[in-house]
């Protein structure tokens, strides 16, 4: 996975922006102004994603690569780590994962704008 394939797939997903809002290097991925994806942007090793919390404990058992959300909440937040152990394919997954978790957090007039 590069930075500008990842960039691309965020971008695409409905209602996106970015931003950065913690500094220069942290980009920060929204959707309807909740956040759902960070990473930085000079060394591009890691991303946090929102993740169920059940799931999240789940895949930091099964997957080296992925631990508790650094700077964030641990229950709700994990750090996948792009040290090739994670498929491109599931990094993508679970970011459409962590877009639609917020998504469905989002009050009902919101969650139709996006359709």
């Given at each position: 996975?590069?930075?500008?394939?990842?960039?691309?797939?965020?971008?695409?997903?409905?209602g996106?922006?970015?931003?950065?809002?913690?500094?220069?290097?942290?980009?920060?991925?929204?959707?309807?102004?909740?956040?759902?994806?960070?990473?930085?942007?000079?060394?591009?090793?890691?991303?946090?994603?929102?993740?169920?919390p059940?799931?999240?404990?789940?895949?930091?058992?099964?997957?080296?690569?992925?631990?508790?959300?650094?700077?964030m909440?641990?229950?709700?937040?994990?750090?996948?780590?792009?040290?090739?152990?994670?498929?491109?394919?599931?990094?993508?997954?679970?970011?459409?994962?962590?877009?639609?978790?917020?998504?469905?957090?989002?009050?009902?007039?919101?969650?139709?704008?996006?359709?």
């Amino acid at each position: 996975m590069n930075l500008d394939k990842y960039m691309q797939f965020c971008l695409s997903l409905p209602g996106t922006e970015e931003g950065f809002p913690f500094g220069e290097h942290t980009l920060v991925f929204y959707v309807k102004g909740k956040l759902f994806a960070l990473l930085d942007v000079n060394s591009f090793e890691s991303v946090n994603l929102k993740c169920d919390p059940d799931e999240a404990v789940e895949l930091r058992e099964r997957y080296e690569g992925v631990t508790p959300g650094y700077h964030m909440n641990k229950k709700h937040w994990n750090t996948v780590t792009f040290d090739g152990s994670i498929p491109d394919k599931l990094l993508l997954e679970w970011t459409r994962k962590s877009y639609d978790l917020v998504v469905a957090g989002l009050p009902k007039k919101l969650r139709e704008e996006l359709r």
